[in-house]
């Protein structure tokens, strides 16, 4: 089944790198579950070519306890509000 994401926040390492932290909210219709994932790709200090990377999930609520001033902690609100808004019922 599919899994959904929607990027929340991108901070880049450098400038014109594709390196830094990436956060996304997921619905995966397998599991089901909804959380934060973020992903990391970092380059070393030193031009040895070594990289760290990985992933790491969230659940919302220990996420948005754990992200106080981040930028995806915003944008999860943002998202959040907008997946439970109230909308007016058609006529």
Known sequence: MPVFKREL???ADRPLENAGDWWHLVLDTDAPGLYVEHTWLHAGPHQDGQTAHG?????????LTLA???????????????M?????PAS
């Open 9 to 11: 926040a991108f901070t």
């Open 55 to 63: 992933t790491q999930r969230f659940g919302i609520n220990d996420f």
């Open 68 to 82: 106080e001033g981040r930028p995806a902690q915003p944008m999860l609100m943002s998202a959040l509000r907008e």
């Open 84 to 88: 439970f808004r109230d909308t007016e």
